[in-house]
């Protein structure tokens, strides 16, 4: 029996503000995420307070269940989110030790590449155009 968690349990750590989505990180001024300790649900009228000038993908991370196919970032060939490559090719290892993380035991960067995926994911943001910001 496999331990690995099945694919539908996975979460995207590039996620939208959205009700429903878990609300895990805080964009720090110098650009870098700080984690929660525990993800926070995101509610109507926290989407709300948070909607503005300045997206909230690139003041806060957040994390919801991974879409796979429904996603422009999926990968059907390779069963593999495209995205985390990206990131790990840009940025790098950006830290030696990996971060504390809430989400990472279904995280899908995580579940793909491991440890690369956690080195330089706190330096990431997300733009609503480009599907992806690295600060």
């Given at each position: 029996m496999s331990l690995k968690k099945k694919s539908e349990d996975k979460l995207c750590p590039s996620y939208t503000c959205k009700t429903g989505a878990k609300l895990f990180g805080i964009v720090g001024k110098v650009g870098t995420v700080s984690y929660l300790?525990?993800?926070?649900?995101?509610?109507?009228?926290?989407?709300?307070?948070?909607?503005?000038?300045?997206?909230?993908?690139?003041?806060?991370?957040?994390?919801?269940?991974?879409?796979?196919?429904?996603?422009?970032?999926?990968?059907?060939?390779?069963?593999?989110?495209?995205?985390?490559?990206?990131?790990?090719?840009?940025?790098?290892?950006?830290h030696k030790e990996l971060p504390n993380c809430a989400i990472r035991g279904k995280c899908r960067w995580y579940a793909q590449d491991g440890e690369k995926a956690c080195f330089s994911c706190n330096e990431v943001l997300r733009n609503m155009e480009e599907h992806f910001f690295i600060a």
């Open positions: 300790e525990t993800p926070i649900t995101v509610t109507e009228t926290f989407v709300k307070e948070v909607s503005g000038d300045v997206p909230p993908e690139q003041r806060f991370r957040f994390s919801g269940k991974c879409i796979e196919g429904g996603c422009g970032q999926w990968d059907a060939d390779s069963s593999r989110c495209t995205l985390a490559k990206k990131v790990i090719e840009t940025i790098g290892q950006s």
